[in-house]
């Protein structure tokens, strides 16, 4: 089965044709802000304008004809953006009389890295601008185990960022920062429970702006935020009992992250994965393949259901593949 797959949930607009063994073709066009972080009525005029150019390109590597089902991101993500998306998948799938099926974009993240990766049954710490779970299937559902009390950590990376006057997004920059950084600051650690917490810390490391040097701040900060992030990932394999993890979503492209995840899985005999770089942030082949995986397991969804959800939550859909 060719699955076609539309995401356009923030930034990055991008389409995808899947089948069972590999991704066909993908086409993307990124928005960025030109000052501040993402304005979602910019980014929905950005996916508006480059739909009609993505959509020739990708018809052009891959006949439409063999194309048998539509998937599109159906949440979470900025309203205005999951709208013209959605409103494109509608009408190809009314167009091209094949099947339409909405996908949670979360899911996605966690089910092309499985797939990517061969992981079995890992514990994911997904984590990207606007968000940061740790997710585990557990009786037919994946389900959030710990996760951010306010801001995600890439949105938290951002803003810091901003604050140093470097355009979005930061998160590569500061990377690079961090690996000159040398001293380290103490900032707010904030664990409570399972879940974790950012805003405080951006104000903190706000605040040492001037006082310290950048490289020494954006190191404090991410080793700070990674600790945490790590502690409740370890935690939640600890409890669980799994032996796998995951880790997927923009900010997992980060090198010191992934050490650190690394790291932790060593001691514990777990073995960790993550998907190729291109796999880990927004990109249409994990809407496309989760589509893929929810058609072939029955799940379709008709035109009159197709209406966006912009706070869709993982848990709500019931998870019937292995
Ligand atoms: P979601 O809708 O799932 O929240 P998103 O729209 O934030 O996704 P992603 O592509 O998953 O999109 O993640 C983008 C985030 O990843 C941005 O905040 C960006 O700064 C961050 N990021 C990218 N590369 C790095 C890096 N090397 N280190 C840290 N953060 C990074
Ligand atoms: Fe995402």
Redesign the pocket.
Known sequence: MNVLGIEG????LSLSVVNEEEVVVMVSEAYLPKEGGINPREASQHHTEKIPLLLRKIFEKFPRDRVDAIAFSQG??LGPCLRVTATAARLLSLKLSKPLVGVN??LA?VEIGRWMTKARNPVTLYV????SQVIAKKGGRYRVFGETLDI?I??A??KLARSFGLPH????K??QLAKKGEKYYQLPYIVKGMDFSFSGMVTAAERLYGKAKIEDIAFSFQETAFAMLTEVTERAMAYLGYDEMLLV???G??ERLQRMLREMCEDRNAKFFAPPKEY???NGAMIAYTGLLMLENGYQTPIEKSFVKPNFRIEEVPIVWP
């Open positions: 949930t923030a930034w990055n979470p993500g974009h979360c993240h990207s601008g606007g968000n995600g890439g949105n990376i951002d997004p930061g998160g590569p500061i990377e979503g923009g900010v492209a980060n880990m942030g927004d």
